[in-house]
């Protein structure tokens, strides 16, 4: 891509929304004049003091931040088991699966419903894939006293029952939706409809760093509030920053949350992980591993596609990796050489999910069990005095079923 | 090439444009489905692009992509519908509308030689706004293939001026906010538009999203250049699959009849 470094790696994205060649703000025409409004909204919450303390405000005493940052000793100890002389790094976790309603979604909902309501905006939409983005947007509405209608694909649905009966009881419409694979993707599609069709009183509250211009840049503010913290903590603690840092994937809103502020620390490694799915041969749903530059969903990114530019079903056991998709950001970080991205199995994602709870009495979404699986595959390779410090962005209740059918074990 | 387009919208009546997606039910039904529509009297033809993700679009033509997409349609056999309609047809506009990311998957430089090739007159891109131009646009422009731009009613006068730079062909109101095949708009509000619109363009004026009857194609013909129809007619491929050429015809040709009289009734 660029010849030239960028001095720095956090100043994107540009005035037009672009992360090198990807992002922007490819929607309709009816919808432009919207994310314009938006996004001209969002700099002027950025330049008034009393939106970022109400918003700390919200994540301190009704979230519960900051999270802690975790030394994993017995999941340390039990990996420096099968490591190498002198390997086996220290592995550290940010706790964002204690925060109220039990993921890192609720970060970005806080912010963005504190945004729709400076807009003057009655109703709220959102698209849901593990109902961890529709939980936390219908726990802020509840909290506000905002409408709102969440897309959930029908198969997702039926697989995350328990979040399902949460938004209802938090007073959301759930809608599920049953074109395409009825996932994720699909749940966006309907969203957009929905908006395209509500535009004067709607706010869609998007769960990932991904959308049209500016929801990638204000998703990633948002959730940085993850890698601040870890950051700080770190520092506190150990008074070091970490050797890597390693996140799952979906659309890569953990991510760039945790990785965001540590940019320009260049001895600090990176490392995001995508959901291989069957395996990267079979069907995954690992965008920059398997797929090419493509347009869908408002931004240029990395697409899970075919050679005419039709978007392809992604697999993953984890609803909120189930995306063909990813962040625009992520897409240029790779291309920049900034951050590395790997992947993990259905497979190695169980048993990372199944030796946290062991080694840890931690019960981990399968989102970052994706991640543990990776942390577990690099801790092995660095020196023990090294640091890797894990996003453990969700914690399991809401895949408790699934696990138990994947171990073909009855609940 | 976009003279074929401007001719076709004549001084004494408004033009009919008639969409259907191509390789709906499969890519060997459309050109009869194309020779049926010209054969009605439509004027222009659009001829969609099936997506896996038609976020603008209501249940019809979603289920029109998924019917092709399901038989096989690829962007080959779309160019190929195009170039044996240009041969049959040479002087019916044809214009190509979809979405971004089949348009632009092999470089937009491709994109307009394949027009250009198979005698495409104009495209019509749904999610890239004037924002993202250089995606499609110059190169098409380059090929003088027309790029053809949306107004919608969200669109104020702050922004029209931005819309029209670099428009031609026609300019199409959308004129409802939301996705297609839903309500039409208030007449009074198409009217509303439609004066403002060409208070700020030479362009012709075409307005489209849920006209469905004769009626009401007829109602905005007598205040617009053009009159969109597009769900529709996707909805009567629907219905008859196969067998679906004539009653398009006979469908097309009620709501061709109503615009031809609409502006001396
Ligand atoms: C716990 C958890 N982690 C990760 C994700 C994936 O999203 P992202 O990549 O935006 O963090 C989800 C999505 O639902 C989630 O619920």
């Not at chain 1, 849901?128 to 198969?155: D, K, S």
């Not at chain 2, 004769?214 to 699959?241: C, F, K, L, M």
Request: with cysteine.
């Amino acid at each position: 891509m660029n010849d030239t470094p960028p001095n720095s790696f956090r100043n994107m994205p540009d005035d037009r929304g672009h992360f090198g060649e990807f992002g922007g703000r490819y929607v309709a025409e009816t919808l432009m004049p919207l994310i314009l409004d938006l996004e001209k909204q969002y700099r002027a919450a950025q330049a008034d003091p009393a939106f970022e303390e109400e918003f700390n405000d919200l994540l301190q005493n009704y979230v519960g931040r900051p999270s802690p940052l975790y030394y994993a000793e017995s999941l340390t100890e039990e990996v420096r088991k099968d490591a190498p002389e002198g390997k086996g790094a220290q592995i550290w976790f940010k706790r964002d699966e204690l925060n109220h309603t039990g993921a890192h979604k609720i970060n970005n909902c806080v912010g963005q419903i504190l945004l729709a309501m400076r807009m003057g905006k009655t109703r709220i939409i959102a698209e849901t894939g593990a109902g961890q983005h529709g939980v936390a947007t219908a726990t802020v509405c509840a909290r506000f006293g905002l409408p709102c209608t969440i897309f959930m694909g029908a198969t997702d649905v039926a697989r995350q029952k328990p979040n399902l009966f949460r938004m209802k009881l938090l007073g959301a419409e759930v809608v599920p939706v049953t074109s395409g694979a009825a996932t994720l993707k699909d749940a966006m599609n309907e969203a957009l409809r929905d908006w395209v069709a509500n535009v004067h009183d709607t706010f869609y509250i998007i769960g990932t760093a991904a959308g049209p211009h500016p929801y990638p840049e204000l998703v990633r503010d948002f959730q940085s509030v993850i890698g601040k913290e870890a950051r700080a903590q770190m520092l506190d603690r150990t008074g070091r920053l970490p050797d890597m840092l390693v996140a799952a994937i979906g659309g890569g809103s953990n991510a760039i949350g945790l990785f965001h502020p540590f940019l320009d620390d260049p001895d600090v490694k990176m490392l995001g992980i995508e959901a291989a799915g069957h395996g990267l041969d079979k069907e995954h749903a690992a965008s920059l591993a398997g797929g090419g530059p493509g347009i869908l969903h408002g931004n240029k990114t990395y697409l899970l596609q075919d050679e005419d530019g039709q978007i392809t079903e992604a697999h993953s056991i984890s609803a909120g990796l189930d995306y063909p998709g990813i962040g625009p950001e992520h897409s240029w970080l790779k291309e920049s050489g900034r951050v590395d991205y790997d992947s993990a199995t259905d497979t190695e994602a169980l048993d990372a999910f199944q030796l946290l709870c062991r080694t840890e009495g931690i019960i981990p979404a399968l989102e970052p069990s994706h991640a543990i699986a990776a942390v577990v595959r690099e801790a092995v390779k660095m020196d023990r005095d090294q640091i890797i410090l894990a996003n453990l962005c969700g914690r399991g209740d809401k895949d408790i079923f699934t696990v138990a059918e994947a171990l073909g074990t009855e609940i | 090439m976009t003279d074929r387009l401007s001719s076709s919208f004549p001084a004494d009546r408004a033009a009919l444009v008639t969409f259907v997606t191509a390789g709906d039910p499969t890519p060997a039904d459309t050109g009869a489905i194309l020779d049926a529509l010209v054969e009605g009297g439509a004027d222009i033809i659009e001829l969609g692009m099936p997506f896996t993700d038609p976020m603008a679009d209501g249940p019809s033509i979603q289920e029109a992509d998924i019917r092709s997409l399901a038989a096989g349609t690829t962007t080959a056999n779309i160019f190929n519908m195009a170039r044996e309609f240009r041969q049959r047809h040479p002087d019916t506009p044809l214009v190509l509308m979809g979405y971004a990311n089949p348009m632009t998957i092999r470089g937009s430089e491709w994109f307009a030689n394949a027009c250009v090739d198979a005698g495409v007159d104009a495209v019509i891109c749904v999610d890239i706004p004037v924002e993202e131009d250089e995606s499609l646009g110059d190169a098409l422009r380059a090929k003088d293939v027309a790029v053809i731009r949306l107004a919608t009613p969200t669109t104020d006068a702050e922004r029209l001026p931005q819309i029209l730079s670099n428009a031609s062909g026609f300019l199409y109101y959308v004129s409802v906010a939301g996705i297609t095949g839903q309500q039409q708009a208030a007449q009074a509000s198409i009217e509303e538009a439609v004066a403002r619109l060409k208070a700020g363009t030479d362009l012709p004026v075409a307005v489209g999203f849920g006209v469905r009857t004769p009626e009401q194609a007829a109602d905005i013909a007598r205040v617009a250049d053009g009159v969109v129809v597009g769900s529709a007619i996707v909805e009567i491929v629907g219905e008859y699959g196969k067998d679906a050429a004539p009653h398009v015809r006979d469908y097309v040709k009620s709501l061709s009849d109503a615009i031809r009289v609409a502006r001396h009734g």
